[in-house]
């Protein structure tokens, strides 16, 4: 549009006027652009005439877009602002939830894998480039350094139920779960060590579990050497690559209806065609293939393999 306008407004003072084409075209960006140098030559009344339109049309053109340029960016601000505020109302009636630092590789994959259970989730991640890639994503996030208390503090540390260290360097991590721990003495922490002597530093610092992804992906490359068909089925147990089998782990509560009944009379395998392969006991022991004598216990977690509807509807039974 604007270069119609220069076009425009040239071509009408070479016909006009009779200049040449740099008079012309010197005259109607002046003009266009509200410079106010005089004219380069002496301006005919027909010439006159065409200023004013070409005033009218270039000028306020140039407003419009100077106005669509203001507009853009203001409004553009509003909404940055408004999505901020609501993002951060969200995070605040969050409750139970986890709080994942780090949104590289390794924590954009377990976000993903959270979200199936479906799990509550607030990343805290501070590279920049990062934030389109969680707005894709879904997630609810905190930009900023995680080891700093003011954001674990909005992230909700105090009503999380854990927290997954997993930024670059060890001690990254350490100086993190060292600051997460103080917030809260009671949350789970789980860590991610690259070095192996940096699992007892962080167990140190107060981490609950610290895992190594390098040393994980050695030992299930070594499975799927040594027992290729248990890695298998593991692999459609846990990869959610199909949903005629999956593995899930579930907590009694105290309201739920098959508490204190022998396995053999709750029905989970007629009704949900459900395999209960353990069950764990608040003590930490586990009972695996229960006999159809064993007794469901409230705070037990049963261990069941089956299709996915099917361990939702016993998910419903054990913990309404």
């Known amino acids: ?22 008079d012309a075209l010197y005259m109607t960006i002046i003009t266009i652009s509200t410079v106010g ?22 000028v306020g053109f140039t407003l419009y877009i100077a106005a669509a340029v203001v507009q853009f960016m203001v ?13 951060e109302k969200k995070i605040d009636r969050m409750k139970d939830h986890y709080i994942v630092c780090g949104y590289g590789r390794i924590g954009r994959v377990l976000c993903r894998d959270l979200k199936r ?3 509550d989730l607030v990343v805290v991640e501070k590279n920049p480039e990062l934030i389109p890639v969680m707005d894709a994503d879904g997630v609810l996030y905190i930009g900023g350094d995680a080891s700093d208390e003011e954001n674990l503090i909005k992230a909700g540390i ?15 991590n350490v100086f993190l779960v060292l600051t997460a721990r103080q917030l809260d003495p009671d949350l789970l922490i789980v860590a991610r060590a690259s070095q192996e002597k940096a699992k007892s530093k962080l167990l140190a610092a107060g981490a609950n579990t610290v895992e190594s992804p390098y040393e994980m992906g050695a030992v299930s490359m070594a499975h799927r050497i040594i027992r290729p068909t248990v890695t298998s089925f593991l692999d459609l147990a846990f990869a959610h690559k199909r949903k005629d089998i999956q593995m899930e782990e579930i907590p ?3 309201s739920s209806s098959l ?21 764990k006991k608040p003590d930490g022991n ?4 229960p006999s159809f004598e064993a007794i469901i216990e409230v705070d037990d977690t049963v261990i069941a393999v089956g299709e996915e509807t099917n361990l939702h509807k016993l998910e419903n039974i054990l913990n309404p």
């Open 286 to 289: 586990m009972l695996f293939n």
């Open 117 to 119: 259970k479906p799990l």
């Open 259 to 279: 508490v204190n009944i022998i396995l053999k009379d709750t029905g989970i395998r007629q009704k949900y065609n459900l395999i209960i392969i353990a069950i």
């Open 1 to 22: 549009m604007a270069l119609c306008i220069v076009i425009f407004g040239t071509t009408g003072y070479i016909v006009v006027e009779g200049w040449g084409f740099l």
């Open 75 to 87: 409004e553009g601000r509003i909404r940055i602002i408004l999505g901020r505020r609501r993002l």
């Open 158 to 172: 105090k009503r999380a139920k854990g927290l997954i260290a997993l930024l670059a360097s060890d001690a990254d």
């Open 37 to 58: 140098y005089s004219e380069v030559h002496l301006v005919s009344k027909a010439g006159r005439l065409f200023t004013i339109l070409l005033v009218f049309f270039g």
């Open 252 to 254: 009694v509560s105290a």
